[in-house]
């Protein structure tokens, strides 16, 4: 697997830094707070010295995720259906907007949610940043892109999604929440932000929440066989939770509107992640063979030139580093049992 190394992006330094004296002192609303990537943005931000307000209704994330930051000065939870109209107390400069489900099987399970929460919550996240004049960042995806016609995906590109598919639920959802963006951007007055967030791994993924990396590795554990989707050669680009974090405060602190792809270029197929987990984790588990999903992207790859011009951004993690960090996470939090197979 020294393939899989030597074609890593090369450590840059400190990601843009993320502009720390941007946050130090400011206040920041974080929607979808106790989901996976919310929670390390929160830990960051406060990393950062700035003040943090956790929104979040729990529908896929967890407050565990949060237990280490309850009681860290300058940090509050609230619990909130963004979906409804909501306000927080005091003067707020930052909306981090990432409330919704984000695997496929969430979406899956939870449909109507899933729609509400991009166009519905999306438009309550706006007008809270409009009333308190913050920024705002809306957390998209590259599913904005379908199942892509183009590769590497750049942000001009506009897409090829099936709207009426079972992944339209989530692809259209941000394709609108983008649409309401822009809109505000455009006529209200209010400075936002876009970011299409592509496949991040890291610590706090949930076992059963049926993206790959926690799939294999949940099967790799349990000893149990690996259950790759198609025949495999499907890619995906993979980007560790904590240089995706940098990437979002990159992009809130800059000066450019975006939409900006955030992922990282550096793309494998899902056998050769599959095999990269068994090794790693010295599993005696065979890979087996699944159908493919219906609307399965083939390829997904982030073209990242617009984030190394525009915010000095660009991942600086190694695959096989963040996945033993994934790995040593998971060996103490995920349960014996396979719960849910990936792809
Ligand atoms: P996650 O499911 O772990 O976190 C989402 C959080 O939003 C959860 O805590 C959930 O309870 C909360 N939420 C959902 N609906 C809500 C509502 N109506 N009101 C309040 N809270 C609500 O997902 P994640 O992987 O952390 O993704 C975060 C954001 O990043 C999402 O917007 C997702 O679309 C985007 N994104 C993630 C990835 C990825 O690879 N993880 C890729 C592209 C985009």
């Not at 792809?261 to 599993?283: K, V, Y």
């Amino acid at each position: 697997m020294q393939r899989l190394q030597a074609q890593q992006p090369r450590p840059k330094g400190p990601a843009a830094a993320a502009a720390p004296d941007a946050f130090a002192r400011r206040t920041a609303v974080v929607t979808g707070a106790a989901g996976f990537i919310g929670s390390h943005l929160c830990e960051r931000l406060l990393d950062l010295g700035a003040n943090v307000i956790g929104i979040d209704n729990l529908l896929t994330g967890r407050l565990d995720n949060l237990s280490h930051l309850r009681s860290a000065d300058g940090f509050r939870f609230q619990a909130d259906d963004v979906t409804r109209p909501f306000t927080v107390a005091g003067p707020v400069d930052f909306v981090f907007h990432l409330a919704s489900p984000a695997s496929p099987l969430d979406y899956a399970r939870h449909p109507l949610a899933t729609l509400k929460v991009g166009a519905i919550g999306t438009l309550n996240a706006l007008e809270m940043a409009e009333a308190k004049r913050a920024r705002f960042l809306l957390a998209s995806t590259s599913e904005v892109y379908g199942d892509p016609l183009v590769h590497p995906q750049p942000e001009q590109y506009w897409g090829n999604v099936n709207p009426i598919g079972p992944r339209s639920v989530y692809d259209e959802a941000k394709r609108y929440a983008e649409a309401l963006t822009s809109c505000f951007h455009r006529t209200g007055g209010t400075r936002t932000r876009i970011v299409r967030i592509f496949n991040t791994y890291g610590p706090r993924m949930r076992a059963d929440d049926g993206r790959a990396v926690p799939a294999f590795i949940q099967q790799a554990l349990a000893g149990e066989p690996i259950t790759v989707a198609g025949d495999g050669g499907q890619t995906r680009s993979l980007c560790f939770v904590a240089d995706t974090v940098e990437g979002l405060l990159a992009t809130t602190a800059a000066e450019y509107a975006g939409p900006v792809n955030i992922g990282n270029p550096h793309e494998i197929t899902m056998l050769q992640l599959a095999e990269e987990i068994r090794t790693m984790t010295g599993s005696a588990s065979a890979i087996t063979f699944v159908p493919l999903p219906a609307d399965d992207p083939k390829r997904r790859c982030p073209d990242i030139t617009a984030a190394r011009a525009h915010l000095d951004w660009e991942p600086t993690t190694h695959l096989r580093d963040g996945l033993r960090q994934t790995l040593d996470w998971a060996e103490k939090h995920f349960p014996a049992q396979t719960v849910a197979a990936g792809g």
